[in-house]
């Protein structure tokens, strides 16, 4: 088989990591392919993480309605020799037949909570687990981090600049679309936009300031091109006087009918310049001409630069966002909690994994808002909303998928309904409390007690 | 057009930042589409790399060489509504035609050094931008994270374990590759071994003990279907008991003729258990088991436990090789150096820019190991290698690809060379030597004098 240049339906099966199929060739070795349950659930909130924002779950389910190997798979897997017939013939005719309950995208989550659930053969099951956690652990991190630098900007909006230091191919679309529904307005990224029909932004590189030498001019020739929403970069040899120049290059275009959207600033004491750029723009009659700032922001410098009233309109965030540079990765975990046996628990110390099928429920009680983990069969508590859904039944989706900008929203709106201390940027003081029920208790005590 | 879920060939051409694309579009509206050249290079070394591993140049020069925008890509262009048709005809049949320099992958570098050398088109070079960055950073920022991994194994191996906290699909089978090229022996990730022909590694996870419930049937039933290679999880319940069922159940199983690898460490202090489940094992004689860790391991770990003297024979290195969790991104630019007008400088404080076509040379004398950046057209230094290749002639390769052993191999022997201090795993204490010539530095004191 030709190298794999890039992952794809056509081999996404392999994308697994090896001892998923060697534990799952054990299983059918000896007959004990049986149902088997598994949880999807961060371990623990990184310091600076309140919450998070669950995201990816769309091509969680897209995975698993389409996991199949195809015949250059099963060669492959037969080519390394530790595989027998058996084994391979029941991936050749394997797809995902099970359960899966899930937290609609977009809701706020935390940590021993889960936030997926898959039930059916524990082939099925077990192969699954590396992409999930890849898929589901990437765009949590990305739109859980994109909901403070949302939470940072306020009134203020922001966009995706991420794409040129994003992990790869996927991770620049995924990432845009993490963005976005975590709380940014556009991207940069064009086939984002494509993807997911999500506003497309976009301003200058100083290499085209640099073509032309004379700066009036590489703006001139910019806005004549995109009349309505030039963007026009000014750090490029002097800041204050590249908004001099954008200035009278402003005032003349006024006579041909165009209009300079923004400034950009990408260096040196932002906060500084953005109050000498207005001035200059102000005092020129621009009121109009906003201003955009980017170039190594996150949620801390941004709210830095509006508490001490900087007036830029807009931030470009990149690097730090689609990395999560702080915290770039989460400790995502896929246990099994139940099989034919019953439900499974495994304690270590600082480490519990919950037993038995599952249900989260948050009560936004004011006076004591928290969320609550019961088992399935249990009576919901008073006031909780459910936050699994059932998601794929028999294999197959049972609900429509939901458009982007439903999911941003449903983000939006949870973060507002967070405790004011959870919402908070800095350190974390008081988790957001997690509890479990008492049907949940008991039965951790009945394990432990065995 | 249907959601793209993946990046493929079909659609990369638009995995760019849309400012490239605006630059573009304005220099092909003003007859701006000249020859140019640009640089690839990381601004500086972040705080713990002393070196860097190229790495990722193979998909650099398959995404020059198929760069095309297919019609459903104008499409959607053509639907933003800021494109004029003229510039929608010129991607409707752009294909990259210019010329590539670039260091081999393997190849250690350092910051201010041009990596990549694109020359072309303007409208061609800029649009490769965004996917260069992306591609090239990532790849190198995990290779150059491995060959720390790497000098802190020493004669010990890793294996990449990362695909479940990679960031997105593309840098799991990416961070495979780059993990290799830095040093890992092996890789969990199925699908980077069939694309890569790269050796894979597994073990088997918790839920699989917890499946059986008795360890030593688990064990058993494993080795049974892997009977010379199985690496056994010991940890699930209690790590010392889990080694003495091990050691029962490998002496069992020798009378089948079936041989226990090794056993899998992925919790606790592993430093002691390493030395208690050695003794356990060699006193029940099976000094032939290995002891394999993981879990949250990374070069400062490992060294540490080397260092200490435990007895483990291998590594799985997962989340903080793929992330490059203390440094998960690099700052690697792309600039204009040449164009039509002549060699192009930025200065900015702290930044620069160096212009001209230029070549990097390394002279490896033991006194003074240092590189040169020099112009193309200068004599090149006595004693100097030039690192940058001629990788594309007229948008086409001029090389043929490299089997990944062979980039592997230079890497290790571009490591091997490299002044001990550079090598070190602490702070940098005197960074290596990257200097100008003095055609280069005649040529920015001249263009700074304008």
Not at 77 to 85: A, E, P
Not at 155 to 167: K, L, M, P, T, Y
Not at 206 to 220: C, I, L, P, Q, T
Not at 387 to 395: F, T
């Given at each position: ?14 994308l ?17 392919d049986?149902p ?63 359960e ?14 889960p ?15 590396t992409?999930?956690l890849?898929?589901?652990g ?59 029909g ?17 700066e ?28 001099r ?7 003349e275009?006024r ?7 923004a400034?950009?600033?990408?260096s ?27 170039g ?14 900087a ?8 690097t ?21 046996t ?53 294999g ?5 998928r ?6 941003r ?31 949940l ?10």
């Amino acid at each position: 088989m030709a190298a794999a240049r890039w992952v794809s339906d056509d081999n996404v099966a392999l994308l697994t990591d090896l001892y998923e199929l060697t534990m799952a060739a054990s299983y059918v070795a000896h007959d004990l392919d049986e149902p088997a349950t598994f949880d999807l659930f961060v371990r623990s909130l990184p310091a600076e993480r309140a919450f998070l924002v669950l995201c990816g779950l769309e091509q969680a389910l897209d995975y698993l309605e389409g996991l199949h190997f195809p015949p250059a798979a099963l060669e492959y897997l037969d080519s390394l020799g530790i595989f027998d017939r058996r084994f391979l013939d029941r991936l050749a005719t394997l797809r995902f037949t099970g359960e899966v309950w899930a937290m609609p995208e977009g809701e706020v989550c935390f940590a021993e909570e889960p936030l997926v659930r898959l039930t059916g053969s524990l082939v099925e099951v077990q192969l699954a687990e590396t992409f999930l956690l890849n898929c589901l652990g990437f765009q949590t991190l990305v739109a859980s981090k994109a909901a403070r630098v949302a939470l940072a900007c306020g009134e203020r909006s922001f966009v995706d600049f991420s794409a040129r230091r994003d992990h790869g191919a996927d991770a620049a679309l995924k990432a845009a679309r993490a963005a976005y529904v975590g709380g940014a307005a556009a991207t940069s990224n064009v086939l984002a936009g494509m993807a997911y029909g999500i506003p497309l932004s976009g301003t200058m590189a100083h290499s085209y300031v640099m073509r032309f030498g004379d700066e009036a001019e590489a703006y001139r020739t910019f806005a004549r091109v995109f009349p309505r929403n030039a963007t026009l970069l000014i750090d490029t040899y002097d800041t204050e006087e590249g908004a001099r120049i954008v200035a009278r290059v402003a005032t003349e275009l006024r006579t041909e009918g165009i209009s300079i959207r923004a400034v950009r600033l990408d260096s040196g004491d932002v906060a500084a310049l953005s109050r000498s750029v207005r001035h200059i723009l102000d005092t020129a009659g621009h009121r109009e001409i906003e201003i955009f700032a980017s170039g190594d922001l996150d949620e801390h410098v941004i709210a830095a630069l509006l508490a001490g009233g900087a007036p830029i309109d807009g931030f470009g965030v990149g690097t730090r966002l689609g990395t999560s540079a702080d915290v770039p990765s989460l400790p995502v975990v896929y246990k099994l909690v139940e099989d034919v046996t019953g439900p499974k628990i495994k304690i270590a110390p600082h480490k519990r994994t919950d037993p038995g099928r599952k249900q989260v429920y948050r009560i936004e009680d004011p006076s004591d808002p928290h969320d609550v983990v019961a088992l399935e069969e249990e009576q919901p508590p008073a006031g909780g909303r459910s936050l699994l859904e059932h998601a794929i039944a028999g294999g197959r989706r049972i609900r429509a998928r939901e458009p982007l900008a439903a999911i941003r929203a449903r983000r939006a709106e949870a973060v507002e309904r967070l405790p004011e201390h959870v919402r908070r940027l800095g350190s974390v003081e008081a988790p957001y409390p997690v509890r479990l029920s008492a049907g949940l208790t008991a039965l951790i005590e009945r394990l432990c007690m065995r």
